[in-house]
């Protein structure tokens, strides 16, 4: 069985009548790692965001499914998301700063967001948010639960969102433009800690990127979108190498290269 | 044009004379809680005519305070920049508001770089009413002729920046820069809020500008593969140092400083080997306000010796054109 | 014209309560056709008398018909609240963007009068001034100024720090704008919305200050027709003659009511972070 099959799915907001991604579907097993990437307005995150039954402001799946593990998740009730949401599908956002609330500890939001998905005492999920954040190679777990998050940098921001999103294991994780704000030498390093969860933890990702170098070097399967619609779909190697579309060939070739096209 | 050309390519010979420097310039700055922060220290540099200077780094590596000191947002603490024989960071009042004209400036975020209540129209002939170069009832036709040379169509002019895509709002922040036909114009990150096929045209926008006009450029980018492209100098910064300053052509090929080849090794780029694992140094750059004595790269630098934990290491010539500050080298 | 109309279509309760602030300015501007006798002409025989036919709100202790007083009394009253606010509004924000814009020793020395002037209870000090330059309506008007410009040069200064370093400010120093140009083109226009919001809602509590001013002797001399100091006027016969106070103490409430909700709903009007 698949871990995740979206279904041809359409997704309009509000009285907009155009959708904002049109016929999109997805099949991933256990395990591997999906790039989505498309430039702004092209809907690659609404598609996560709708995985996650996270569509903001009156945005909804008109047509499709999405399933997973079987199950259909457009219907689900608030109980049967918290459920799933964190344990079983976990989200990184763009700058994990702006998701944790700047005037707290990192501890305190950690050992909540601990004890909101599994019943232990404070003292335990301590315990395990600072194994969680040594694993994600920071140093000094216990010196990072007690900062606030303006006293990290952007890098180990990240790691402690990662942390956090991997604390019960998911099987998907769902990355919406996870190194974007980052320097190039910490993206890098980022990149390579997801790679390393994918070989411990086996678990699967689906990353959203306008950064077409990460996607493909993370991806088993590259999705490119433009206004809504999937424009090239196949194994990395068969869109990188064979892109069926124009406008992934421009995009390829847009993108500068060292030593490769100089303007002047 | 032909003789025009020649004059500003680097196959002419003789290379395009330098039209402003940078002599030793340093900035302190005191933190909230009282400690100096050091955001460039000793930084020389050379502005030629009709050629771009790349500054690359990474966050906090003190290239956005260098070029606020290039258009006289705030002076250095110590050195000169000099332009046209002068020391332009000791200018004052008028002399220092004429001395703009001179210097014009692209903005990274082009959501943010525009009064958001002004017309196309207002935004972009501001520069010449400020200088009273023309009259208010030729700002239409003058503000339709400068959106022409950014291949904007005219109609623009009637249009608020917010009914604009990011790419034509960048167009407009090139237009108003060119508004005052400068000698050099400083772009900090112009591009880097852009998506990747408006970035490919909006660069080639500007090198097409400065074959035209023989404007110089000081273009501050975080992304080495894009600089390297289209820069002839590009300088790297680290921690408010300069750390290697080398012709863009051969960034790919010749690039020394363990630094620049540890950005060149983190680039994810869609030609390289994807079974290939990434590399990049593990760790992150110190604050600014944390500079250690000695090279400012040794705790990251796997080719660390005993002198680089006590001494600076300084820029020296170390083949045509390219400089390094390294031990090491 | 369109979307000027769909504003008030939006807002009715803007719509309603800006269509009574034009009544009561009307009430000013028409007052000798609306009052029914002269508000200065004493009849000291009809002193004191209850409200009646004759006079609708009664007569005052030198027989002056008090509805003429209270409708001319809205002349004085309004006019001088809404001079006071935008005295307070120009000085404050003047203030509040030099203050921002310079920083350094300008904002050292504006900030340090603004914090001695709140550091006082402010209708003492506006007693004290008013004390001084000697109690007239004018000098009223620049005591309760004095005192209360401190407020909003504070909102304009941490307006204009915000905005300061912006981009788009930034871009006009380096297009060569004079300093003149960037404050009365970047700055001013950038505050105004925030602090008119602010100013509509002390429109109120403006005239209450005055009316107490007057009400204590220090605003409005008789035989001025002034709600305040007809509060005070009234105060001695407060037993046997209550309309006295009764119906400048109505006029005020009604007035003050109606500028304090129409600055609440200008908010929401005008709340820049609707755009």
Known sequence: MDLLNVKDITVTYGRNPRPTIEHFSLDMKEGEIVSIVGESG???????????????????????????????????????????????????????GAMINPIRRIGDQFVEYIRTHQKMSRKEAWNKGVEMLEKMRLPSGDTIMRNYPFQLSGGMRQRVGIAMSMTFQPKLLLADEPTSALDVTTQAQIVRQFMELRESYGTA?????????????MADKLIVMQYGKVVDAGTRDEVMNNPASEYTKNLLAAVPEMGGKRYV | MSERENLFSETAGGVPPVIMEARHVTKKFTTAGGRPLLACSDVSLQVRKGQTLGIVGESGCGKSSF??????????????????????????????????RKIQMVFQDPAAAFHPKMKIMDIVTEPLLNFRLIKKSEKEAKAKELLRMVDLPEDFVYRFPHNMSGGQRQRVGIARALALEPEIIVCDEATSALDVSVQDRVIELLVKLQKEKGISFVFICHDMALIQSFAHQVAVMYLGNIVEVLPGSEVAANAKH????????????????????I????????????????????????????????????????????QAACHAL | MQKKSNVFVKNKMFTIL?????CIGLVAVFAPFIATHDPAAAVLTDALKAPSGDHWFGTDKLGRDLFSRVIYGTRVSVSASLILVACIFLVGSILGILAGYFGGWVDAVIMRIADMMIAFPGMVLAIAVAGILG????????????????????????????????????????????????????????????????????????????????????????????????????????????????????????????????????????????E
Not at chain 1, 205 to 217: E, F, L, R
Not at chain 2, 258 to 274: C, R, V
Not at chain 3, 18 to 22: D, E, G, P, T, Y
Not at chain 3, 136 to 165: C, D, E, F, G, P
Request: positive net charge; proline residues 6%.
């Open chain 1, 205 to 217: 990702m689906i990353v959203v990127t306008h950064n077409i170098g990460v996607a493909a070097y």
């Open chain 2, 258 to 277: 363990p630094y620049t080849q540890a950005m060149l090794g983190a680039i994810f780029s869609t030609k390289m080997d994807f079974t290939k694992k």
């Open chain 2, 67 to 100: 070029v606020k000191m290039i258009v006289q947002m705030y002076p250095p603490t110590e050195g000169e920049i000099i332009y046209n024989g002068k020391d332009i960071t000791k200018f004052k009042g008028e002399e220092l508001r004429q001395c703009r």
């Open chain 3, 135 to 274: 109690p007239s309506i004018t000098n009223a008007v620049i005591a309760i100024t004095l005192v209360s410009w401190t407020k909003y040069a504070r909102l304009a200064r941490s307006l204009v720090l915000k905005m300061k370093n912006c981009d788009y400010v930034e871009a006009a120093r380096v297009t060569g704008s004079t300093t003149i140009h960037i404050l009365v083109k970047y700055m001013f226009p950038n505050v105004t919305p925030t602090l008119i919001i602010t100013a509509a809602t002390d429109i109120g509590s403006m005239m209450l200050e005055l009316a107490g001013l007057s009400f204590l002797g220090f605003g409005a001399r008789p035989p001025m027709a002034e709600w305040g100091l007809m509060l005070s006027e009234g105060r001695a016969y407060m037993q046997n003659a209550p309309w006295m106070m009764v119906f400048p103490g109505l006029a005020i409430l009604i007035v003050v009511v109606i500028f304090n909700l129409l600055g609440d709903s200008l908010r929401d009007v005008l709340d820049p972070r609707d």
């Open chain 2, 279 to 322: 590399e990049s140094i593990e760790s992150e750059a110190p604050s600014p306000a944390d500079v250690p004595p000695g090279c400012p790269f040794q705790n990251r630098c796997d080719r660390c010796m005993e002198i680089c934990r006590t001494q600076k290491p300084k820029l020296t010539e170390i083949g045509p054109g390219h």
């Open chain 1, 42 to 96: 092209s809907g690659k995150t609404t598609v996560i965001r709708a995985i996650l039954g996270l569509l903001p402001g009156g945005g909804k799946v008109d047509q499709g499914d999405i399933l997973f593990q079987g199950q259909s998740l457009l219907n689900l009730k608030k109980e049967q998301w918290r459920e799933l949401r964190g344990s079983q599908i976990s989200m990184i956002f763009q700058d994990s």
């Open chain 3, 18 to 22: 800006l269509i009574l602030a034009v």
